[in-house]
Nanobody, 125 residues
Framework: QLPLVQSGERLVQTGDSLRLECKGY????????LGWFRRPPGKEREFVAS????????SYADSVKERFTISRDNVERQLFLQMNNLTPDDTAVYYC??????????????????WGQGTQVTVSS
């Protein structure tokens, strides 16, 4: 497993931009498929975005396409989620996650074995 530590709680307004950060502390960070998920208040966890080990392929939930961008820095062992044009519907606890080594992008939470502690993002109207 890959220990993952996320940045702290954020409070923003509608239309704002925000970048979430997640740092991996284990070996072979560069070989993992990585992803972001979120749990809105009172709802189930849902997929947000995924990126392959090389960063060449990405996938997004329809609800965040064109607004969110996932990226990674394998040298610094960091995963990012750039979120633009935020709305109150984006309010959730966001989790970074590490999936299989050298795997494809994936929206299935069960394929991710390591999880960050979560970051509360609140978007006010």
């Amino acid at each position: 497993q890959l220990p993952l530590v996320q940045s702290g709680e954020r409070l923003v307004q509608t239309g704002d931009s925000l970048r979430l950060e997640c740092k991996g502390y284990g070996l072979s960070f560069e070989s993992y498929t990585l992803g972001w998920f979120r749990r809105p208040p009172g709802k189930e966890r849902e997929f947000v975005a995924s990126i392959t080990w090389s960063g060449e392929k990405t996938s997004y939930a329809d609800s965040v396409k064109e607004r969110f961008t996932i990226s990674r820095d394998n040298v610094e062992r960091q995963l990012f989620l750039q979120m633009n044009n935020l709305t109150p519907d984006d309010t959730a606890v966001y989790y970074c996650a590490a999936g299989p080594h050298f795997g494809p992008v994936s929206s299935r939470a069960r394929e991710y074995s390591s999880w960050g502690q979560g970051t509360q993002v609140t978007v006010s109207s």
